[in-house]
């Protein structure tokens, strides 16, 4: 069965205190993976895409790389405002005719 | 990135009255456009996904005679939550993508309240 799942649920750090989330995939024909941040009573926010195993991409102070099943997402010295629910989604098919989110990891940076 | 467009932000309605939403890619075009509902603290819920010029394609459960899609322009989607009830009250957002193996943008999601 396809499926996207996220783990952990939900992360705590304090400022600083570096961690990665993990996002783990089971399907077939993937075209791509993309990680979005969503904070509260918003639309989520695009930050990256993954097209092949092997790939890594950086933007401050997260970086995404990508395996042929699981992708992590970096997150290295956090602040305050990195706080989000961090949201993974699987493009797949023949077609790019699935697009599947995963359920997300709330991330709380304490200061 | 580029810029998806959602209007409106919030809104709050009668039962049994219908609400229509709008979604509009701002700086390209849209050949798909994916719409979601997200109760609190969970994901995105797919309901439906549109392409220009032909008939949505909704999520198993999703009721297509009360959620009504229209894709009429690679830039604009709506959804119209028809004879709306207390139940329908959730936060809808609509996503839209160039191609088939871009990556999808967001709009800043609607807060619909039905009383």
Same mark, same amino acid.
């Given at each position: 069965?396809?499926?996207?799942?996220?783990?952990?649920?939900?992360?705590?750090?304090?400022?600083?205190?570096?961690?990665?989330?993990?996002? *783990?995939?089971t399907v077939s024909g993937l075209r791509g993976l993309f990680w979005y941040r969503q904070?509260?009573?918003?639309?989520?926010?695009?930050?990256?895409?993954?097209?092949? #195993?092997? /790939? /890594?991409?950086?933007?401050?102070?997260?970086? #995404?790389?990508?395996?042929?099943?699981?992708?992590?997402?970096?997150?290295?010295?956090? &602040?305050? /405002?990195? *706080? #989000?629910?961090?949201?993974?989604?699987?493009?797949?098919?023949?077609?790019?005719?699935?697009?599947?989110?995963?359920?997300?990891?709330?991330?709380?940076?304490?200061? | 990135?580029?810029?998806?467009?959602?209007?409106?932000?919030?809104?709050?309605?009668?039962?049994? @009255?219908?609400?229509?939403?709008?979604?509009?890619?701002?700086?390209?075009?849209?050949?798909?456009?994916?719409?979601?509902?997200?109760?609190?603290?969970?994901?995105?819920?797919?309901?439906?996904?549109?392409?220009?010029?032909?008939?949505?394609?909704?999520?198993?459960? %999703?009721? &297509?005679? &009360?959620?009504?899609?229209?894709? #009429?322009?690679?830039?604009?989607?709506?959804?119209?939550?028809?004879?709306?009830?207390?139940?329908?009250?959730?936060?809808?957002?609509?996503?839209?993508?160039?191609?088939?193996?871009?990556?999808?943008?967001?709009?800043?999601? @609607?807060?619909?309240? %039905?009383?």
């Amino acid at each position: 069965e396809d499926q996207v799942t996220q783990s952990p649920e939900a992360l705590r750090l304090q400022e600083g205190e570096s961690s990665s989330l993990n996002c *783990s995939y089971t399907v077939s024909g993937l075209r791509g993976l993309f990680w979005y941040r969503q904070d509260p009573g918003k639309g989520p926010e695009f930050l990256f895409t993954l097209y092949s #195993a092997g /790939e /890594e991409k950086e933007k401050e102070r997260l970086k #995404a790389t990508l395996t042929k099943k699981e992708s992590f997402l970096h997150i290295t010295a956090p &602040k305050p /405002e990195d *706080s #989000a629910t961090y949201l993974c989604a699987v493009l797949y098919g023949g077609y790019g005719q699935n697009f599947v989110f995963g359920p997300g990891t709330r991330l709380s940076v304490l200061p | 990135g580029a810029v998806v467009s959602q209007h409106p932000s919030r809104v709050i309605c009668k039962s049994g @009255t219908s609400v229509k939403i709008e979604c509009r890619s701002l700086d390209f075009q849209a050949t798909t456009m994916f719409w979601y509902r997200q109760f609190p603290k969970q994901s995105l819920m797919l309901m439906a996904t549109s392409n220009e010029g032909s008939k949505a394609t909704y999520e198993q459960g %999703v009721e &297509k005679d &009360k959620f009504l899609i229209n894709h #009429a322009s690679l830039t604009l989607s709506t959804l119209t939550v028809t004879s709306a009830h207390p139940e329908d009250s959730s936060f809808y957002i609509c996503s839209a993508r160039e191609d088939r193996d871009a990556e999808a943008f967001f709009g800043q999601g @609607t807060r619909l309240t %039905v009383v």
